[in-house]
């Protein structure tokens, strides 16, 4: 199985800050990597797949990049509605893997 | 609207099976397969398997192979999971999603406890 490995864990930030999200996968996925966002007791949201395509309706202070087993999370200016946990998943093949999760906390 | 909606809370006791539902809306249910994720009580996310909805192809996640079966219901629009031998560590809110690669609509969860 391939693993996602998250970094940080956890992170505390204030409303407009840039937060950056690292995620590594133990083999190449070339760009099959994709982000989601979870709120306490919600669904995950899909906000980024293959690599750095935004969703549709996911704001553009999100972006993604990276190949192969390095990919970033990048929220240019955070909001006081970002602050949630955020995975990352590949697609490469299966069984899917997540990223342990980075919660986003509010300083 | 893309819709998915699972059924309600479960408790079972170990040993026991468990089934839940998926009903799609929203959009033509055999163009997309579904995949089921679960997250045990403040833990990650885990991928348990995909069902084709099409050709009822199944792909399971080793770690519950035998243990799990996928279906799904063409008729009613409705995917399912039954879940069987359950043990404590089962205990986890249970996901529908839409897709097999990426997972762009999810169902509310359903809360499946094991516990004597």
């Known amino acids: 199985d391939i693993q996602m490995t998250q970094s940080p864990s956890s992170l505390s930030a204030f409303v407009g800050d840039r937060v950056t999200i690292t995620c590594r996968a133990s083999?190449?996925?070339?760009?099959?990597l994709n982000w989601y966002q979870q709120k306490p007791g919600k669904a995950p949201k899909l906000l980024i797949d293959a690599a750095s395509s935004l969703q549709s309706g996911v704001p553009s202070r999100f972006s993604g990049s990276g190949s192969g087993t390095d990919f970033t999370l990048t929220i240019s200016s955070l909001q006081p509605e970002d602050f949630a946990t955020y995975y990352c998943q590949q697609s490469y093949n299966t069984p899917r893997t997540f990223g342990q999760g980075t919660k986003v906390e509010i300083k | 609207q893309v819709q998915l909606v699972q059924s309600g809370v479960e408790v079972k006791k170990p040993g026991a099976s468990v089934k839940v539902s998926c009903k799609a809306s929203?959009?033509?249910?055999?163009?997309?397969?579904i995949s089921w994720v679960r997250q045990a009580p403040g833990q990650g996310l885990e991928w348990m398997g995909w069902i084709s909805v099409y050709n009822g192809k199944t792909n399971y996640a080793q770690k519950i192979q035998g243990r799990v079966t996928m279906t799904t219901d063409t008729s009613t629009s409705t995917a399912y999971m039954e879940l069987r031998s359950l043990r404590s560590d089962d205990t986890a809110v249970y996901y529908c999603a839409r897709g097999f690669a990426d997972f762009d609509y999810w169902g509310q969860g359903t809360l499946v406890t094991v516990s004597s």
């Open positions: 929203g959009y033509t249910f055999t163009r997309h397969g």
């Open positions: 083999q190449s996925i070339i760009n099959y």
